[in-house]
């Protein structure tokens, strides 16, 4: 689904036949103008995609921006300005909103686990925990926010991990299906398998034919010496109920990259508030 396509069915899901709270209250042609203030203190995401829904809503809305996309904000500051017809502003006001404050909460997650891994070798990854349908702006709210998108669907790129694995009858066997299934396709996709413990790991370097090694509830200590045994002959991702208070001993492990689901499945939205002037 497009981002056009998103904004249409979410206006369409909020308006239905029709804003009568504004028709009864509001004179038809009234003008109006509006700020978009911010109320706690993060990374801003999704300013842009604000201004595409004011003017969906309605082109003639004259929409300011003041404070860009991955920019740090304060309480009290004002992001962007809208000024026009004031049924319009309010057709759009919740749209906005909803997608501005899950953005940037996400967008604030992602830049304050990249502090923490500053200065290591380890990139920050997302996953596919997203909300259904929205994945394109949560990975959008990712890269403001600081991160590297992992792979955006099962299409792109193939995982192997545990459940596959099990299916398939071991490490060996799923990894030489994979690579025999691409070739049969004529597909050039990137392999990542998913190793649980040491066994699975050396299994896994045994057969080879993959990119990226992922150390799945390694603890920081094993994954430094699974890493060691990599030796550079593949990349390596942490994943695994990584936290804040973790984060930073997996990326001293010496890994490449660390998964962090809770980047756009556990997010606590940022708050803003569009206030009339």
Do not use: W
Request: charged residues 25%; glycine residues 8%.
């Amino acid at each position: 689904m497009t981002v056009d396509q998103i904004i249409d069915e979410a206006l369409r899901e909020d308006i239905g036949d029709g804003d009568h709270t504004s028709d009864a209250c509001i004179p038809k042609h009234a003008k109006g103008k509006a700020k978009l203030l911010v109320k706690e203190d993060g990374v801003i995401a999704g300013v842009d995609l604000a201004k595409q829904i004011f003017l969906k809503v309605d082109a003639d809305l004259k929409v300011e921006i003041l404070i860009c996309d991955g920019e740090e904000i304060r309480v009290g500051d004002i992001i962007l300005t809208v000024e026009g017809s004031s049924h319009s502003i309010l057709k759009a006001e919740r749209l906005v909103l909803n997608f501005m404050q899950r953005m940037s909460g996400i967008a604030t997650k992602a830049a304050n686990l990249n502090k923490l891994i500053a200065g290591t070798n380890a990139k920050l990854l997302d996953t596919r925990k997203t909300t259904p349908l929205l994945r394109e702006l949560e990975k959008l709210s990712v890269k403001i926010g600081g991160g590297v998108n992992h792979r955006f669907g099962l299409f792109d790129m193939v995982m192997i991990k545990d459940n596959h694995i099990d299916m398939a009858g071991g490490i060996e066997q799923a990894i030489s299906r994979t690579v025999t299934h691409l070739a049969s396709i004529g597909k050039n996709l990137k392999i990542e398998i998913e190793v649980r413990d040491f066994n699975e790991l050396n299994q896994a370097l045994a057969v080879g034919g993959f990119h990226r090694i992922m150390l799945d509830n390694f603890h920081p200590d094993d994954e430094k010496k699974a890493v060691e045994l990599i030796a550079g002959k593949y990349e390596t991702e942490a994943s695994g109920g990584i936290t804040e208070t973790t984060i930073r001993a997996h990326a001293l492990s010496g890994v490449d990259y660390i998964s962090v689901g809770a980047l756009t499945h556990n997010i606590k939205s940022l708050d803003l508030s569009l206030k009339a002037t």
